[in-house]
């Protein structure tokens, strides 16, 4: 029935972190140190009137301030690690998630270089076309230098052929040459005929 406060969870969960971490460093303890030591040099030292802590009664004051502060760092504490816990998971679910894209990555990318490999399998790669085309061009040498050979042979029995053929005048062996023999038409006379004689060409 009583009102409770409100208060904001996640500045309150900075604050319990803040405090946490300062009781963690070693200004903190420097500073503890000091406060205990003065105190109990004060309640033991000091005349019995300016004694607020005696010695007498064990330092109960000294006592209750020590306690209350442990039970108050000891929740503070806790709630830091708590969210730093909360932190700590969400960052693992973040990596755990960002390995699994990252490891279908990395699958994809096998995959993809499997099948380049596989597909590299057929294309004519560079030393395979230089060897191809010197086969290719050893090929046309040799087919040259043959054809050379047997040019060279043929017009060599050419030469011989032509010590034994016809000579002069360029006329084919065993025939006679062409004579125009001139003849008249029988009966007639040549000074009377209007035209030119008839020439007739016998071989």
């Known amino acids: 029935m009583l009102p409770t406060p409100q208060v904001d969870a996640e500045t309150f969960g900075r604050w319990s972190e ?3 971490r300062f009781m963690g460093t070693a200004q903190f ?3 503890m140190t000091v406060f205990v030591v003065v105190w109990l040099a004060w309640n033991t030292f000091a005349p019995t009137d300016l004694q607020y802590d005696p010695k007498a009664l064990n330092y109960t004051l000294l006592t209750l301030i020590l306690s209350l502060q442990a039970s108050y760092a000891a929740p503070l504490i806790l709630l830091a690690q708590n969210r730093q816990a909360d932190r700590d998971r969400v960052q693992f679910e973040q990596d755990r998630q960002r ?3 990252n490891l279908a990555d990395t699958e994809y990318l096998a ?3 499997a099948a380049l490999r596989i597909a590299l399998r057929d294309v004519a790669t560079r030393d395979f076309v230089r060897s191809e085309l010197r086969d290719l061009l050893e090929e ?3 087919d040259r230098a043959d054809a050379g050979t047997a040019a060279a042979k043929g017009n060599g ?3 011989k052929k032509s010590k034994n053929g016809p000579k002069g005048g ?3 062996a065993g025939t006679v040459p062409r004579t125009e023999v001139p003849r008249t038409v ?3 006379d040549a000074s009377a005929a209007p035209g030119p004689p008839v020439v007739n060409y016998s071989e």
């Open 18 to 20: 803040r405090f946490a």
């Open 29 to 31: 303890i420097a500073g």
């Open 99 to 101: 390995s699994e894209r």
């Open 111 to 113: 995959r993809e270089v």
């Open 140 to 142: 046309l040498l040799a």
């Open 157 to 159: 029995k050419g030469g």
């Open 170 to 172: 360029g006329e084919a």
């Open 186 to 188: 029988s009966g007639t």
